[in-house]
């Protein structure tokens, strides 16, 4: 079975610029969940996805967004890009949101360099 | 509030050596999941092991074993007999879901590097 997909892998975007990042989940998988991580804030939740809603989101502003599609395929949407925003921006797909018992399964990630 | 520690920022140790991860957490919930990825080099975060807040048993799996204590909110990861492939930043994960929806907390990491 073919793991999370990330695309792009790399990005290299001016301030001021907006991004999109995709993410392909594990084949049925119905939940995809984005994180940033950066050397200075760690793993930081961003949002999650299911069956096209989104149902949780952490404490990032109003320019980073997503949406998910009806075949579970995700994407992150970042405007008005800052510097602080240079970051490796990992997807993970898991079966349900069935919360406790759900394993995430994470992809390679994008590497976003905002110059 | 949900929090994970890993105290450890970096270790160092030469191969054949054993390593522990430390890993504590806090958390309210009485149902709740403990997870540790790695992290190699190239980014991707690599799912080692589950294991719920009903189960207490330790858990080996080859050179891997986790030590889980909930007297202590202590989640451990030995590596026994470390290799040069071994060198990753290991993630301590909880997942809770207050209100139902799930909700996870990462560490902020232990860099391992095993030395040939």
């Known amino acids: 079975k073919a793991g999370v997909t990330q695309t792009p892998r790399y990005l290299i975007k001016t301030r001021g610029q907006q991004v999109t990042l995709s993410c392909s989940p594990i084949s049925g998988h119905r939940s995809v969940s984005w994180y940033q991580q950066t050397p200075g804030q760690g793993l930081q939740f961003l949002f999650e996805y299911f069956s096209e809603t989104q149902r949780n989101k952490g404490n990032f502003p109003g320019r980073f967004s997503g949406r998910q599609f009806s075949n579970s395929r995700s994407e992150m949407n970042v405007s008005t890009l800052e510097l602080g925003d240079s970051a490796l921006y990992l997807c993970?797909?898991?079966?349900?949101?069935?919360?406790?018992?759900?394993?995430?399964?994470f992809g390679p990630g994008t590497r976003l360099t905002v110059l | 509030a949900q929090k994970v520690t890993q105290a450890q920022t970096e270790i160092s140790v030469v191969e054949k050596e054993d390593v522990t991860l430390d890993c504590v957490y806090e958390t309210r919930d009485t149902t709740y999941y403990l997870f540790w990825y790695k992290q190699p080099p190239s980014g991707e975060l690599v799912f080692l092991i589950r294991r719920n807040s009903f189960d207490e048993q330790n858990e080996i799996s080859g050179r891997y074993s986790w030590n889980f204590q909930k007297s202590t909110s202590s989640f451990n990861f030995t590596i026994t007999a470390s290799q040069v492939v071994d060198s990753a930043v290991y993630f301590c994960?909880?997942?809770?879901?207050?209100?139902?929806?799930?909700?996870?907390?990462f560490g902020t990491g232990t860099k391992l590097q095993v030395i040939p």
């Open positions: 994960a909880l997942s809770e879901a207050p209100g139902g929806y799930q909700k996870v907390t």
């Open positions: 993970a797909s898991s079966l349900e949101q069935a919360a406790r018992t759900d394993t995430q399964y």
